[in-house]
């Protein structure tokens, strides 16, 4: 079946260095992408998105890359800061309402 | 603005009890949607509105019903818990010109 999923379950980072989270997905028909944060006990945050005719997205400290012709997403955080701490999911539009979720890739920020 | 709100926080149940989770927004938002997230897993569809009047099934909905009250409220129902049924449950909503679901803070369920 189609999914989204995250090449590595965990990223140890330190504070101060850029960070980057991958996400590989299998549907060519996906249209729009999101990140989202999930800090311990809470709900996903959204965190960017981008549509599929975009390959390039920045928001405040992050960019979201779009590679479609390998189906590779990828999240960069730059200059981590220990609040980034957290498990970060991509995820993907099915275009029916739904949203279809990765695995998450848990980073955690070494002082 | 509140924006997804969910209760209650932590609920512990026995084999076979049942209980109805309760999910409100305040965004005006048309669609409106359950999940249930599980150790080192992602977020699994469990049920969800696009709009009021109507509710379909996701990707595990077995066990479980569910209820558009109105705009505002989408509750999650079990009727009868079983020790798969733990997780944490996340209630989510989204307008229907953008894709983007905003989540609540998750409902943690123990069923013993």
């Known amino acids: 079946g189609e999914s989204v999923g995250l090449h590595l379950p965990t990223l140890s980072v330190q504070e101060g260095d850029n960070s980057i989270i991958n996400c590989a997905y299998s549907n060519s028909a996906s249209d729009y992408f999101i990140w989202y944060k999930q800090e311990s006990g809470k709900g996903p945050q959204f965190i960017i998105d981008?549509?599929?005719?975009?390959d390039k997205r920045q928001g405040q400290r992050v960019t979201v890359l779009l590679n479609k012709t390998v189906k590779h997403l990828s999240l960069q955080i730059a200059a981590t800061q220990p609040g980034d701490s957290a498990v970060y999911f991509c995820a993907e539009n099915t275009h029916d309402y739904k949203l279809s979720f990765g695995a998450g890739t848990t980073v955690t920020v070494r002082a | 603005n509140a924006g997804v709100t969910q209760t209650p926080k932590f609920q512990v149940l026995k084999t076979g009890q049942s209980m109805t989770l309760q999910c409100a927004q305040d965004?005006?938002?048309?669609?409106m949607y359950w999940y249930r997230q599980d150790p080192g897993m992602g977020l699994r569809l469990i049920y969800y509105s696009a709009s009021e009047g109507t509710t379909d099934k996701g990707e595990v909905p077995n066990g479980y019903n569910v209820s558009r009250l109105n705009k505002r409220e989408f509750s999650l129902r079990l009727e009868s818990a079983a020790p798969s049924q733990t997780s944490v449950y996340f209630c989510a909503s989204r307008t229907g010109a953008q894709e983007t679901q905003y989540f609540g803070p998750g409902t943690r369920l123990l069923v013993l």
């Open positions: 981008i549509r599929s005719n975009m």
């Open positions: 965004m005006n938002h048309n669609s």
